[in-house]
């Protein structure tokens, strides 16, 4: 079965542009989580989509940060405008455990540049 | 609000040493432990979950108790290998809450040396 895709891999961007990652979660899993990795702050919840319908998104990241789920195939975050702050990995990762407790599955993430 | 402490940021061993990384919690209910372990450009991965008191819990040479009265749940493998070198999640999920609520610890490297 194939895991969570993200893409891109790597991006880099000029402050004040619009960012889109995306995410491709395991097949058959509802639950889908965004997390930002940092080496200060660890794993910090974005968002996290139940069955499509945004359960959390993030507090503190609401500003900039969006992330939409079209089908529950494929999600997008998206960050706008850029700021050298947001530079850090973004992991994407889903659940099939109808938002019961349950294993996290991870993608490779992707890692953002912003200059 | 849930929390979960992991005391030590960076741990450095030499190949073969046995090894203990530390995670405490706190929360009101009775909750599920992750330990998840993310190797130097890889995805995180599930190394071992558990959630019934004292019960010792194995995978690929690593274990862990959960023990609800220290509120702990320490992972441990008696001899470390260089491929065991990555970072390392503890993470809590309240039952009540579900995948609504993780809490991630803020992560140890390993690095282990020839």
């Known amino acids: 079965d194939a895991g969570v895709t993200q893409t891109p891999r790597h991006e880099v961007a000029e402050k004040g542009q619009t960012i889109i990652l995306k995410c491709e979660p395991v097949?058959?899993?509802?639950?889908l989580f965004w997390y930002r990795q940092t080496k200060i702050q660890g794993l910090e919840l974005l968002s996290y989509?139940?069955?499509?319908?945004?359960?959390?998104d993030g507090g503190a990241f609401k500003d900039r940060f969006k992330a939409e789920m079209l089908n529950s195939s494929f999600s997008t975050l998206k960050i706008q405008p850029t700021e050298p702050k947001d530079s850090a990995v973004y992991l994407c990762?889903?659940?099939?455990?109808?938002?019961?407790?349950?294993?996290?599955?991870f993608g490779e993430g992707s890692k953002l540049t912003v200059l | 609000g849930d929390s979960v402490t992991q005391t030590e940021g960076l741990v450095t061993l030499t190949k073969g040493l046995p090894v203990m990384l530390n995670c405490t919690y706190q929360?009101?209910?009775?909750?599920?432990l992750f330990w998840y372990v993310q190797h130097l450009n890889e995805a995180p991965k599930l190394l071992l979950k558990s959630s019934t008191d004292n019960k010792r819990t194995e995978h690929q040479g690593f274990y862990a108790t959960l023990h609800k009265s220290s509120s702990s749940f320490h992972l441990q493998k008696s001899s470390v290998q260089l491929s065991d070198s990555a970072l390392y999640f503890c993470a809590l999920s309240d039952p009540y809450y579900g995948n609504e609520k993780i809490t991630f610890g803020a992560g140890t490297k390993l690095t282990i040396k020839p």
């Open positions: 990762a889903s659940s099939g455990t109808g938002g019961l407790t349950g294993q996290l599955y």
């Open positions: 989509f139940r069955s499509k319908s945004l359960m959390e």
């Open positions: 929360t009101t209910y009775s909750p599920f």
């Open positions: 097949s058959g899993h509802n639950d």
